[in-house]
């Protein structure tokens, strides 16, 4: 009796189960399938439900075994056992039965047709892309410079020929391939429109190679312009952008053509040999991956250029090391040995092709984490293997600017250490080498340059721009914005700004004054280094000079007249607090202007077109506009200027210190 009502109990539960088979059959969203494709899951999405299918269906099956109340009769554990048994062995056959229409491959026309799809989706995608870009950030950048606020020109070179891809994608690719996939049943195939429009694709030849200089230009002018700034942004926080900056969506074109030739070549693994399609993707696939080669290079560029800027914020914004010529090698912790008492001290190091940043850690927040104490050049550099038994894993480092007694953590990380500072000091000699080898291979029976004793006296013959890439003088990279190529009048060679900021009057050229070269300049005058130095003007005393011995000293924002605002680096030294010395950046050898204070107008009232946190200097008819990153900034600057203006100097720096709360009760009584 007691099998029989437990059997009966058992029935009725089977009765409320559902079919099993419906679990198998029941269709999957549209949606589902196709995001499963653009991730390239593909056939893992029917597994996967399967799977949960069937472990839905084993808790059910548990369900009918558990006790439905305290009243009911349960049978004896053999009874039981017996009952499980039979229940598991029924399941279990039919689970199998149903597994066996689920597994059936998809055939390889099917997953052509699912590859097509997902060229076009992504294309539609990658088409709305180019539409922000080309419709929304390269339209109003440029509309804002068409009114005078920066050049126009520079808006043309950041986005290149972005126009012209645009056009390509939205006007030809995409239509063609919309049109494909509705045809898909009568014509299956893709290779030959991808074959007749691949040629196009040698446009982004002229993208790619801009790329790093367009990067360069964004960084640029974002710090120079506000209006720049503001106007990136502003679409910035758009919900087209995605919360993603202009850099991100600039390197989707780079990144596109290595996207087309993974599908193509996953499409042709999918196609017979013997296949209609197969030559026109064959030939197709071969265009685009001589195109994806050089987007793969920008790529990794650009992963270069974004670790330059991570370390460029480290350094507090400071060190000139964002530049596409240079490349990191190398960084990590090390313990410095001191020199006197042998005490380790810890430090940090980036290892760049071209130098070494020896740094001191910054214990703080916010802000910088590292700040540079020495930059040591790798041109000249040794490296020492020492051995103290007191400080195990030691070399020295041994450079033209210091020599550094550095411990590592351990023995492989010494080594690891030594071999990528020899591998570095290695391949900048062999750069070095072939460029000296080249130059001479070229010219071996020219005179390349003009003896000193003809120097102004013979025009000499210039060195083309582009056979060199540093300054044949100071041996820094050119670039082109920071550190553009010059030619000496007096020797012919390529120089930069800071090596070619003399004149001297040639006598080849009428005795009329011309730009040459430091040592071409003490050649022809006849003075020595020692005596140029005692003839330098106001303007030509260095930043880093001043900046360390001085009354206050930041970055700041600044207009004169109508021009555009443009960031500068503004020192009041402590030996002439009444002059305001301005830079291009801190590092600068020679000033861009001064400003004698005696006598100025202090105006701190900003009006509504002016910057936040701003004030005026105004006298006569000269006027000259600043404005400070914050209000707690722009009062310090005040404090000083405000004693300048009356010829007055603060006895010491620690004057600087304002109480700025005094100041902020001050203001509002004047209000009230």
């Known amino acids: 009796m007691p099998r029989i009502l437990a059997q009966d109990q058992m029935e009725d539960e089977d009765r409320r189960l559902p079919d099993h088979g419906s679990s198998v059959t029941t269709p999957v969203p549209d949606n589902a399938i196709n995001s499963s494709l653009i991730n390239g899951e593909r056939e893992s999405t029917s597994r996967e439900s399967l799977q949960s299918l069937t472990a839905c269906e084993g808790q059910m099956l548990n369900s009918c075994y558990r006790t439905p109340s305290s009243d009911t009769l349960l049978p004896s554990e053999n009874e039981t056992l017996e009952i499980n048994t039979n229940m598991k062995e029924e399941p279990t056959e039919e689970i199998s039965k149903q597994d066996q229409p689920v597994e059936t491959k998809e055939t390889d026309e099917q997953k052509r047709h699912k590859i097509a799809s997902e060229l076009l989706q992504t294309e539609k995608a990658y088409v709305s892309r180019l539409d922000l870009l080309d419709g929304v950030f390269y339209s109003r950048l440029l509309e804002e410079a068409n009114r005078g606020s920066f050049p126009a020109e520079v808006i043309n070179k950041i986005f290149s020929n972005i126009s012209s891809i645009n056009a390509f994608h939205s006007k030809f690719l995409l239509p063609e391939l919309e049109k494909r996939m509705q045809e898909w049943t009568t014509t299956p195939r893709i290779g030959d429109i991808l074959q007749k429009l691949a040629p196009f694709l040698k446009m982004y030849g002229e993208y790619v190679k801009n790329f790093d200089n367009a990067m360069e230009l964004v960084k640029t002018w974002t710090e120079r312009s506000p209006q720049f700034k503001f106007i990136i942004q502003d679409i910035q926080k758009e919900k087209v952008c995605g919360n993603l900056t202009l850099q991100h969506h600039m390197l989707e074109p780079v990144q596109r053509i290595p996207r087309y030739e993974m599908l193509l070549k996953d499409y042709l693994r999918k196609l017979p040999q013997d296949s209609l399609d197969w030559k026109d993707a064959e030939k197709s696939l071969e265009i685009i991956s001589t195109a994806a080669s050089h987007s793969n290079s920008a790529i990794r560029k650009m992963e270069n250029l974004k670790k330059l800027l991570e370390i460029y914020e480290m350094l507090g914004e400071e060190e000139d090391i964002v530049n596409p010529s240079n490349e990191l090698i190398k960084e990590g912790q090390i313990l410095k040995l001191a020199a006197r008492n042998t005490s380790a001290q810890e430090r940090y190091l980036f290892l760049f092709n071209n130098m070494l940043l020896y740094c001191v850690p910054k214990f703080s927040l916010v802000g910088s984490k590292f700040s540079v104490r020495t930059r040591v050049g790798i041109d000249g550099m040794k490296i020492i293997e020492t051995h103290n038994e007191e400080y195990p894993h030691t070399f020295q480092v041994s450079g033209k600017e210091r020599t550094l007694e550095l411990q590592a953590s351990s023995e492989q990380d010494k080594e690891e250490w030594i071999k990528a500072l020899q591998n570095t000091i290695e391949a900048f000699q062999q750069r070095n080498e072939t460029f000296r080898n080249a130059i001479a291979k070229e010219y071996e029976d020219m005179p390349v340059e003009v003896s000193n004793a003809e120097l102004g006296k013979r025009a000499p013959r210039w060195i083309r721009d582009n056979e060199v890439t540093m300054c044949m003088k100071c041996k820094e990279p050119f670039n082109a914005?920071?550190?553009?190529?010059?030619?000496?009048?007096?020797?012919?060679?390529?120089?930069?700004?800071?090596?070619?900021?003399?004149?001297?009057?040639l006598e080849y050229d009428g005795n009329k004054l011309n730009k040459v070269c430091k040592d071409c300049y003490h050649v022809i005058i006849g003075c020595t280094d020692s005596e140029e130095k005692k003839k330098k003007g106001i303007l030509e005393i260095?930043?880093?000079?001043?900046?360390?011995?001085?009354?206050?000293?930041?970055?700041?924002?600044?207009?004169?007249?109508?021009?555009p605002w443009q960031k500068a680096w503004c020192v009041i030294p402590k030996q002439e607090a009444l002059v305001l010395y301005m830079y291009g950046a801190p590092q600068d050898v020679k000033a861009l202007a001064t400003i004698p204070l005696l006598g100025y107008t202090v105006d701190d009232t900003p009006r509504s077109a002016d910057l936040p946190h701003s004030f005026k200097l105004t006298q006569s008819k000269s006027v000259h506009s600043f404005a400070a990153d914050n209000e707690e900034l722009k009062q310090k600057w005040l404090k000083v200027i405000h004693l300048a203006v009356k010829g007055e100097t603060p006895e010491c720096q620690n004057e600087l210190q304002v109480n700025l709360e005094e100041q902020t009760e001050s203001s509002k009584t004047c209000e009230c």
């Open 542 to 563: 260095e930043s880093a000079e001043v900046s360390g011995n001085s009354v206050i000293c930041s970055f700041l924002q600044y207009m004169e007249k109508s021009k």
């Open 481 to 505: 914005l920071t550190r553009r190529r010059h030619h000496c009048r007096a020797c012919g060679h390529v120089v930069c700004w800071k090596c070619s900021d003399y004149k001297a009057h």
